[in-house]
């Protein structure tokens, strides 16, 4: 490991805004090789890291939910413990940490724990956070979840995603959006799988004022959303995960899904999944963020060694044992919960 700090940066953004997508790219290009992944999961069951396609060594799971004041000792833990192996050989050295928080994470106590604790400023230095907005779905979450705002009020970089889906008047309300919360931002498109490591992470100057300017702007949001009522609060979203042995029938399971999110769409904050399809030998990738159903992605290999069929279901206010029975019938016949 190097001897100076190494820079910690963070990728956030709300369920579905595309930070899994863009980890997937990054660690493909040759001057990421030599960084280490932390992937923080919301709910006890991880699916995001089984989704990204690395030949990188460093890579570490957070399970304890969102990154929040409650989380900040997991994060210290898990730094010192790649510096541990690291030292011990168990690990090769990196040169960076590239963090993905859950899509329900407020980022800001995460800088903060990078600048003012005293166990990591050492080894460790706050990085560029990079926030992702997905435009379809940006103007919903800023009026339904506090995390939103605070995540735009803390970016550094903002990456517009889903452009191509979106309508004018989406992207018109989009660009008031970041500039009412975070105005100061580098705001660039984030559609296009092409970015280049080097570029997002290069051409700011990461001094102590600098990141104080943030954190104040993080503050501000953090009084606003505090100030204002929403009817979604984190402890009304659940994480549900569903695993099926046998081999699925694409259509039916196919079909399923797109009744889901037409008829529940607004309880579905997110679904990701990995799907073992009948007489299909590489699996199936699903993605969806409340009534949008995305084209599905056949993945070049399994990770790993386990062929089962895994979802993950972010709701609010579903009955989460229905969608279960719904989908074991998936494969049999059309549910409609």
């Known amino acids: 490991m190097a001897l100076s700090p ?66 900040r000792g997991d994060l210290v833990d898990t730094l010192q413990e790649l510096e541990q192996q690291v030292t011990n050989g168990k690990l090769p050295a990196f040169n960076r940490v590239l963090l993905e928080t859950t899509g329900l994470a407020d980022p800001g106590p995460v ?18 956070v ?9 103007v919903q979450h800023h009026k339904y979840h506090a995390e939103f705002a605070k995540q735009v009020a803390v970016a550094d970089k903002i990456l517009i995603t889903k452009s191509d889906l979106a309508s004018l008047s989406q992207k018109a309300q989009v660009t008031v959006l970041y500039q009412q919360i975070n105005p100061g931002a580098e705001v660039s498109d984030g559609t296009d799988v092409h970015i280049d490591a080097t570029q997002l992470f290069g051409n700011i100057e990461l001094d102590n004022d600098f990141r104080t300017e943030r954190l104040n702007q993080w503050t501000l949001a953090s009084k606003m959303t505090a100030a204002a009522s929403y009817d979604i609060h984190l402890e009304d979203v659940q994480a549900h995960y569903h695993r099926e042995s046998d081999p699925v029938l694409w259509q039916n399971t196919w079909r399923w899904l797109q009744s889901v999110v037409s008829l529940r769409g607004s309880q579905i904050l997110r679904i990701k999944g990995i799907l073992n399809i009948d007489n299909e030998p590489m699996p199936i990738a699903i993605h969806a963020v409340h009534h949008v159903l995305h084209p599905p992605i056949r993945l070049p290999r399994w990770p790993g060694n386990d062929r089962e069929t895994r979802i993950v279901f972010i709701t609010r206010g579903l009955e989460l044992d229905n969608l279960n029975v719904a989908l074991r019938n998936a494969h049999r016949a059309l549910s409609v919960i």
Not at 20 to 46: H, K, P, R, W, Y
């Open 111 to 128: 800088l903060q724990t990078l600048l003012t604790e005293k166990l990591l400023k050492q080894h460790y230095a706050a990085g560029l």
């Open 130 to 138: 990079v926030t992702m907005v997905d435009t379809v779905h940006a």
């Open 6 to 71: 190494l820079p910690v940066h963070t990728i956030t953004g709300f369920l579905g805004s595309g930070k899994s997508t863009l980890l997937n790219v990054l660690v493909q290009q040759e001057t990421m090789t030599d960084s280490a992944i932390i992937i923080n999961e919301f709910g006890e069951i991880a699916i995001d890291h089984a989704l990204v396609e690395t030949s990188i060594d460093n890579i570490m799971l957070l399970h304890s939910g969102c990154i929040c004041c409650s989380l």
